[in-house]
């Protein structure tokens, strides 16, 4: 029989996969569920953060208008588990094609979910995007790969 943490794991990772379904999808309300009211998150899009569920999801509209078809992909997820908070942290890659017919296959950036148990349910409370840079140049690198 499971602990609570190993069906607590199990239910974040399905929040994950409903993440990258969402996306898939460009399923705005289908996202919005698996966000806390007062997420903040810390995007690669400018500005350094966007506060609150509406400013997410306007970001993930900004992103949907660029495509055509749209895949979105994680890789190695690594998940903790406590009572009612819980992080995990994985590579995440966006690609599709693009509404001129561009096929891209994006770029591999680094993300961070933080998790809060509200109402028996885990929600995205933050999440973080980087790409790493080069400190010479200043300029982001974006051929890395996991």
């Known amino acids: 029989m499971p602990t609570q943490r190993e069906e607590d794991e199990a239910r974040i990772r399905q929040q994950v996969d409903k993440i990258v379904k969402g996306i898939r999808a460009k399923d ?3 996202l919005k569920q698996l966000y806390a009211t007062d997420v903040v998150s810390f995007d690669v899009e400018p500005p350094l953060q966007h506060v609150g569920i509406a400013a997410k999801l306007k970001n993930w509209a900004k ?3 660029f495509f055509q078809d749209v895949n979105y992909e994680v890789r190695d997820l690594t ?3 406590g009572d009612e908070v819980a992080f995990g942290h994985a590579f995440g890659r966006l690609s599709g094609t693009l509404k001129n017919g561009t096929a891209t296959s994006g770029m591999w ?3 961070t979910f933080c998790f809060r148990k509200l109402d028996g349910d885990w929600l995205i409370a933050h999440d973080q995007v980087s790409v790493p840079f ?3 140049s200043g300029k982001g690198v974006a ?3 996991p």
């Open 134 to 136: 080069d400190i010479a």
């Open 63 to 65: 992103a949907f208008t």
């Open 109 to 111: 950036v680094r993300g």
């Open 79 to 81: 998940v903790t588990v």
């Open 143 to 145: 051929d890395l790969e």
């Open 28 to 30: 705005l309300e289908g």
